[in-house]
């Protein structure tokens, strides 16, 4: 069951942009889709799925539903949100950016998360009250280009005259500090038993070849997981639990 939350001030994401989304619905003319980060359903016709003709032979392989996928937005008209994953280059440089950017994204979301409960707060109206304020002066910036993540650690005095950030979580945010992950290899991984018999095989291998302190292991999306170097993760950021907001 998706949790409605949206991520980002604005209403509708920008044109040509990437996004996350998932299919929910396989429908007669195209398949309907959810974009989480802006909490707005969209639509994408079967022409702009893939470049293959073979939609409706393949089409549970090509729109897998409630899968967590990336699209660029093709249109935006009138509330009409139309995705496409036709023409999505994984080995461009964009691509590339914006999974460093989901991922940023979800260490400041645990950061807000994890302070909110540690205050008996609200999560989604704190994120609201807090960072929507961040989000839309970043967009009303000369550098809006930036993550949202990056925009409040680069400017982190800019941020702090924002009366709806207290003391305690400015300085919160002051101490997130991210590295860039830099995938080894990935591989797939299923159990019938769920994720935890998964998790606990991982950590006895690592333990077993003494690679606990070296290496550690990312869900991408349910059933992909990569490996990277242990110096080159996120500090703060969970291991087998990357899962979305």
């Known amino acids: 069951m998706l949790m409605r939350f949206k991520l980002y001030s604005l209403d509708y994401p920008e044109e040509k942009s990437l996004v996350n989304f998932i299919f929910t619905e396989h429908c ?6 959810y974009l989480p980060d ?7 016709p079967f022409q702009l799925a893939t470049l293959k003709t073979s939609v409706k032979k393949n089409i549970n392989t090509l729109a897998p539903l409630n899968k967590p996928l990336i699209g660029s937005i093709e249109e935006v008209n009138e509330g009409t949100i139309i995705v496409s994953m036709a023409y999505i280059d994984k080995d461009s440089k964009d691509y590339k950016d914006f ?7 979800k260490i400041l979301i645990s950061h807000i998360k994890k302070y909110a409960t540690k205050n008996n707060l609200n999560y989604i109206n704190l994120w609201e009250t807090a960072i929507y304020p ?3 002066k970043r967009n009303q910036s000369n550098i809006q280009l930036f993550s949202l993540f990056d925009y409040i650690i680069n400017n982190i005095d800019e941020v702090a005259n924002d009366g709806n950030l207290d003391i305690k979580l400015l300085e919160s945010l002051k101490n997130i500090t991210f590295k860039t992950t830099n ?10 038993n769920g994720i935890n018999t998964i998790k606990n095989a991982i950590i006895k291998v690592l333990e077993e070849t003494d690679l606990k302190d070296k290496i ?6 349910t059933p992909n997981y990569y490996i990277t170097n242990k110096n080159n993760l996120p500090d703060d950021f969970n291991p087998i639990n ?4």
């Open 28 to 33: 007669k003319d195209c398949f309907k889709c």
């Open 38 to 44: 802006y909490d707005i359903n969209a639509i994408m």
């Open 99 to 105: 999974e460093e950017e989901c991922l940023k994204n």
């Open 134 to 136: 961040i989000d839309k």
């Open 183 to 192: 995938p080894i290899t990935k591989f797939k991984m299923v159990s019938n």
């Open 216 to 221: 550690d292991i990312f869900i991408d999306s």
């Open 242 to 245: 990357n899962n979305n907001h």
